[in-house]
């Protein structure tokens, strides 16, 4: 069974310091994907990005960072420089890869990181 | 792009309703997914479906049913509300496993 661990319940830091938000993940298929998305006040999902699990390349988009470790099972994000507009609860999310043409495995999610950034 | 759109952004039911929760998706996704968000418990699949009239159990199917006539529209279905059911519901579709659409949610409170 596949499974997401985020430790991080809560995190709060003060704006324009940096945060780390860590994911923990568990699965014996060589043929996945991660995600992370974002969920602010209003509630909506926002996709942040997707990996495959054939590739390790870290990634940077603005403050943004992913750093994927198939070694320790990881898929950490941080947040540069944080600000206030990136208080929201994160959520880490896995999938397999389809088993039939057109198929798709469910999401599986953490259970979620609310981080507060405070002026 | 993908929208998918869930009927009611708030709902307020009473105990032992039948509850209706409906999600339309407008790109003709095979797969579609019904997740319940709590606080500190994540999101957590109820039931997803992978074509028309199918229908597939997720973690936590119990008090509930699903019913998939089109491919774009998926319902879940409470069939006695109670107050634990009182959560967000949030509908996803996907035309494979790279990505998913989630809808804006549904908030409903069981008084």
């Known amino acids: 069974a596949q499974k997401v661990t985020q430790a991080q319940t809560e995190i709060s830091v003060v704006e324009k310091e940096d945060v780390t938000l860590d994911c923990v993940y568990e699965?014996?298929?060589?043929?996945?994907?991660l995600f992370w998305y974002k969920q602010p006040p209003s509630g909506e999902l926002v996709f942040l990005i997707r990996r495959n699990s054939f590739d390790e390349q870290n990634e940077i988009s603005g403050r943004y960072s992913w750093n994927f470790q198939k070694s320790t099972s990881s898929f950490n994000f941080t947040i540069t420089a944080s600000q206030v507009v990136d208080s929201a609860v994160y959520f880490c999310?896995?999938?397999?890869?389809?088993?039939?043409?057109?198929?798709?495995?469910?999401?599986?999610f953490g259970k979620g990181t609310k981080l507060t950034v405070n002026p | 792009d993908v929208k998918v759109t869930q009927s009611s952004r708030y709902l307020v039911k009473r105990t032992g309703e039948k509850v209706f929760l409906e999600c339309v998706q407008d790109m003709d996704h095979e797969n579609m997914f019904w997740y319940r968000q709590d606080p500190g418990l994540g999101l957590r699949l109820i039931y997803f479906?992978?074509?028309?009239?199918?229908?597939e159990k997720g973690d936590i199917p119990e008090g509930y049913s699903v019913s998939r006539e089109k491919k774009e529209r998926f319902s879940l279905i409470l069939e006695s509300a109670s107050t634990n059911q009182t959560s967000m519901y949030l509908c996803?579709?996907?035309?494979?496993?790279?990505?998913?659409?989630f809808g804006s949610g549904t908030r409903l409170t069981v008084v």
């Open positions: 479906s992978y074509d028309v009239k199918m229908k």
């Open positions: 999310a896995l999938s397999l890869a389809g088993l039939r043409e057109g198929g798709s495995e469910k999401l599986v």
């Open positions: 699965t014996r298929d060589t043929t996945y994907y």
């Open positions: 996803a579709s996907s035309l494979n496993s790279y990505g998913y659409t």
